[in-house]
């Protein structure tokens, strides 16, 4: 039988209504012929909860126990899910990440699944019933308790849907569909009927809270669709599957913005080869990611370096930049929290030329500065003062036509 | 270096400023000399708020559920605790019951353990820091969470200190100690400064709610001394050790009540040997357990039996009750839930006769019925109306000398 992964998210598991809401939907997907596995996150605002005593404590507490304290949000999720499926009538068993064999890499709070052994839940389907498996978590090869980021059970549901081999994964939200752009900064903003796995990457990976990069990367690369979708109303949502036949007529598909990020400037670096390699290695090392990044000589001859982290890993790579920079006998280190990243995103870029021109007039038209570019083959984001960014989005969602017919630009 | 357990239960865990309290004292602990491990329960109403969820959904919901769920409440207390030694300047490192290797039965929600490997909370004692260990929960050999029963916090705490060797387990609570008689009744109730193994078993078996029955067992198998006292003032409280020298002058040590048993009676059963074994067997092979038996024969020459569990297992009891009724042919299987257990216990009745005589005169002078009688060396039980509880226990106090001096008796 095909199998289904529906994603329940906080806001979804929010009360016991809606999870007995849940129950009876998963119930008429089995009633059409899938076998169902669900992943679920904790109830809205028990994560902050459980962190907030953390941080009354210690705000600088160990990640190794936040892990452990913010899991159990996920585990009390768990049993509430199986046991509003019980209720209406359906086998279901609960897993921990532990439980259902989801292992992660060791870097606490910020964790990578490694593997699945998708053995345990598909026992579970093969008698007819449906696991439930908490989201967010995992576990160390040591059998050590990891959390995956926040906002991660997405890409537990897709590497779980992946693991399965599902036919698609249903991620449940609050939201109920992906938009060209956020509607709460353009009025009217076009809902998606279909975007494609790489735009969908891309639009994470600039700020599009509606799924993780992560959970992408799983569906693109084990060819999972994923469709979007609310748990409050009954309507199709948004799928995210392979680039199909018409996509590219759009110039740009959507537009993101980021405000999550923070810029590390190292200055008066002998320019050598070999010096990025070593600012990156030393923050690889500790698991910090860097998104963009720009190099240039300066007017004394010595290199300047510029990348983005995000702001929640700002403290630790700062220490370790400054690490190297000390080693490297730079100038000086320097941080800008006030950015801002917008980005265009669109298959159309391939086999339309001019669209970074006309992204660029459009913002100096509006006098915003440019500070960072960058750029892939469907994507182009720049780095702006944080101020503009309202401005610059509503400007190039009416510039690229992201905006439905009949609906105007909300006012500053 | 000798090791002391130290056990939190909910109130003493109920706030994030009462947390670091207890790591202070676990600080001071350990600067007299100690190692100490911790064992915490869920924060105080926490394990009511997860079930009450539960029982929203479906109050028949199944125990490995239930289980899964409240568990999360004492995942979140070592989490916690951990972050509380860490910013005190200890070493700790949390554990659940899995990772502790608390390995139980797999009788959901009222799981017995059977070994804890304490290899792992040793080696953190070894460096110097302190494991901090979740109460309530176990896991089996299967790898399913499972928990212990409402209070078995002290149990675990109990067979951790027994499993490390313990020099002590300190029980940190919301009372200052074991009362001769509940306080709440009888006012002026003597604190007991000592009180041995026994004496506190049958006072745990016998409706006493400082300490679990089976955290007694434990400590007195493997001779770890208890301590009950408080985390809100710094006074001794009350040890619970092996008997010694003295304690057998008192004649009563102390008087307990017990509202939580009903009572099932079967009557009209053909009177051969083997029936009480039937009956029990199929209760025991439920995991269920009987408190007090009484069999007798009627004017028909058909036997009758009573016996009592406690009222949460009273529907399950029932039911395997008519199970063997039916094959034996008995006439009628019923249940009374309002009585009352009162006990009086002693090690001073082993060397002192007329004990019991002396407590059913008492009763018998203010008008109580006695439904059921059972005694062990040191201590007499008798099943009453629920009505006269209150009265019956103050009685008592009064004539077994269990009052402070210059403290009257509350009335009525």
Redesign the interface.
């Known amino acids: 039988m095909p199998i289904l992964v529906h994603k329940y998210g906080g806001t979804s598991m929010g009360t016991?209504e809606r999870?007995?809401s849940n129950a009876h939907r998963i119930a008429a997907d089995i009633r059409r012929g899938y076998n169902v596995a669900v992943v679920v996150s904790a109830m809205a605002g028990e994560t902050n909860r459980?962190l907030g005593?953390?941080d009354?404590?210690?705000p600088k507490?160990?990640g190794?126990?936040?892990d452990?304290?913010a899991?159990?949000?996920e585990?009390?999720s768990?049993?509430?899910m199986?046991?509003?499926l019980?209720?209406v009538g359906i086998e279901a068993?609960?897993f921990?990440a532990?439980?259902a064999g989801i292992v992660t890499d060791p870097f606490h709070t910020r964790a990578k699944i490694k593997s699945i052994d998708a053995g345990r839940l598909r026992s579970v389907l093969e008698k007819g019933g449906v696991p439930v498996v908490a989201g967010f978590q995992g576990v160390t090869d040591d059998?050590e308790?990891t959390t995956l980021g926040r906002g991660a059970s997405d890409t537990s549901a897709a590497a779980i849907a992946a693991a399965l081999g599902a036919e698609r994964c249903d991620i449940y939200t609050d939201v109920d569909g992906v938009y060209a752009a956020d509607p709460r900064i353009v009025r009217g903003a076009r809902k998606l009927a279909r975007i494609s796995y790489d735009e969908m990457l891309e639009m994470a990976g600039s700020g599009s809270k509606v799924l993780q990069t992560r959970s992408v990367v799983f569906a693109k690369k084990y060819r999972v669709p994923l469709q979007v979708l609310t748990s409050f109303e009954d309507k199709p949502g948004t799928l995210i599957s392979e680039e199909v036949e018409g996509m590219e007529e759009i110039l740009v598909t959507g537009i993101c913005s980021d405000k999550t990020e923070a810029r590390i400037s190292v200055y008066g670096i002998p320019d050598q080869p070999g010096i990025a390699a070593q600012v990156f290695e030393q923050l690889a090392s500790q698991g910090l990611s860097v998104d963009m990044i720009v190099q240039g000589k300066g007017e004394d001859g010595l290199a300047n370096m510029s990348f983005t982290v995000t702001k929640s890993d700002l403290n630790d790579a700062v220490k370790a930049t400054e690490v190297v920079a000390k080693k490297l006998k730079a100038r000086q280190v320097s941080v800008d929290e006030k950015i801002a990243k917008v980005s265009i995103v669109g298959v159309g870029m391939k086999s339309h030329g001019g669209v970074a021109a006309k992204m660029f007039r459009a913002l100096a038209d509006k006098g915003i500065n440019i500070y960072m570019i960058s750029t892939s083959e469907i994507r182009i984001s720049v780095v702006i003062d944080e101020d503009y960014t309202e401005l610059a989005v509503r400007t190039l969602a009416k510039d690229f036509d992201l905006i439905e017919e009949d609906e105007g630009v909300v006012s500053a």
Do not use: P
């Open positions: 016991t999870i007995l459980l005593l953390a009354a404590i210690d507490s160990s190794r126990e936040r452990v304290l899991s159990a949000g585990q009390v768990i049993a509430l199986a046991i509003a019980h209720k068993v609960s921990t532990s439980q059998m308790v």
